[in-house]
């Protein structure tokens, strides 16, 4: 059963930093993109920051020059790193990860538990 672990979040004032890990882990698979969403509560859940299969990268116009995603190919591992946090950033986030299976082959995507990230004004 394929599973995405995340780690990372924690409580930080504005201005700071924080870097998160996801790791997928479970069968065999190929990875087509692998990021993060973020959700606060009443809103609706918003992609963050993604990398697709090929190196193509897609952030939040909210997040561009502040985050950056980066994959670990060999570990089946993402990470993104949050500089000059805001406010606004609070949210829990999620991992999101988009795999092709190989048995039986299909195509799924997964999400992580959440990691709440706080910023503190």
């Known amino acids: 059963q394929v599973h995405l672990a995340e780690s990372g979040g924690g409580l930080v004032q504005a201005g700071g930093s924080l870097r998160l890990s996801c790791a997928a882990s479970?069968?065999?698979?190929?990875?087509?993109?692998i990021g993060w969403y973020r959700q606060d509560p009443g809103k609706q859940r918003e992609m963050v920051a993604m990398s697709f299969d090929g190196g193509r990268t897609n952030y939040a116009d909210s997040v561009k020059g502040r985050f950056t995603i980066s994959r670990d190919n060999a570990k089946n591992a993402a990470y993104l790193q949050m500089d000059s946090l805001k406010p606004e950033d609070t949210a829990v986030y999620y991992c999101?990860?988009?795999?092709?299976?190989?048995?039986?082959?299909?195509?799924?995507?997964?999400w992580g538990q959440g990691t709440q990230v706080t910023v503190s004004s």
């Open positions: 999101n990860a988009d795999l092709n299976l190989v048995r039986p082959p299909y195509r799924h995507t997964y």
């Open positions: 479970g069968g065999t698979f190929s990875i087509n993109a």
